[in-house]
């Protein structure tokens, strides 16, 4: 079987439009728990600045924001970002918030300002895999945190169920992070219950 990028689902459609609000709804429960992971992982406090890479409906960011940090969540998608405000609205989070429409490879934001990166179920999607990892290298401070989180995906696996990392991908991933002196870069399977994810952990080059 031929060897899949880490970003197989590059040409997936945008969520834009009544398709964006349907596949966010599915996304607004069950994701806490992957949330928690990441945050954890980063040991977030309020002392961090963090951001989300392909937010979502927003699980992530209010989990860090509720733990005091300061957060921006970045998505492409303007019915993911309105649901991520929307549910914000409604849970007030402790920590303050930012929203940016935007995507991996052109993030719009100022260089070496995160102390956190992170990205769930979103890298598979990015179109431009290298521009966004040059984006993160940018975004981050020396030394900062970088994670990456996907559900495990079995080798030749399809529809749904091919959302998400095989082994080869996760690995394939922490190779490019490693090829730019990320280090040191761990790969770790989770089994969250209902979910089994994967998560490549890295710390960026310390300049
Ligand atoms: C499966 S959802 C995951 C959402 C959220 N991270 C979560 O775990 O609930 C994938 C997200 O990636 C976003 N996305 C798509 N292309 C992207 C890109 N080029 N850069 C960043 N995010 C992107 C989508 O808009 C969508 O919100």
Not at 34 to 57: K, S, W
Not at 79 to 92: D, E, F, N, S
Not at 111 to 120: K, M, T, Y
Not at 125 to 148: C, K, N, S
Request: glycine residues 10%; hydrophobic residues 40%.
């Amino acid at each position: 079987m031929a060897d899949l990028p880490p970003n197989h689902h590059a040409d997936y459609p945008q969520f834009t439009g009544l398709f964006g609000y349907i596949a966010g709804l599915t996304m607004v429960t069950g994701r806490t728990r992957d949330a928690r992971l990441v945050a954890d992982m980063a040991d977030v406090d309020a002392a961090d600045r963090v951001v989300d890479i392909g937010c979502g409906p927003g699980t992530a960011v209010r989990v860090a924001a509720k733990r005091g940090a300061r957060v921006t969540g970045l998505d492409p998608s303007e019915p993911m970002l309105r649901l991520a405000r929307l549910l914000t609205r409604l849970r007030r989070p402790a920590g303050e918030i930012t929203w940016v429409r935007a995507g991996a490879e052109d993030m719009r934001l100022p260089d070496a300002s995160f102390d956190v990166c992170w990205s769930l179920a979103t890298v598979h999607h990015w179109p431009e895999l290298e521009a966004g990892m040059d984006e993160v290298e940018r975004v981050l401070r020396p030394g900062a945190t970088f994670i990456a989180l996907e559900k495990q995906a079995a080798p030749g696996a399809t529809g749904n169920a091919s959302h998400g990392w095989t082994p080869q991908q996760a690995h394939t991933f922490a190779g490019m992070l490693r090829s730019r002196g990320f280090t040191p870069v761990e790969v770790t399977n989770h089994d969250l219950g209902r979910r089994q994810v994967v998560t490549v952990a890295a710390t960026a080059p310390q300049g």
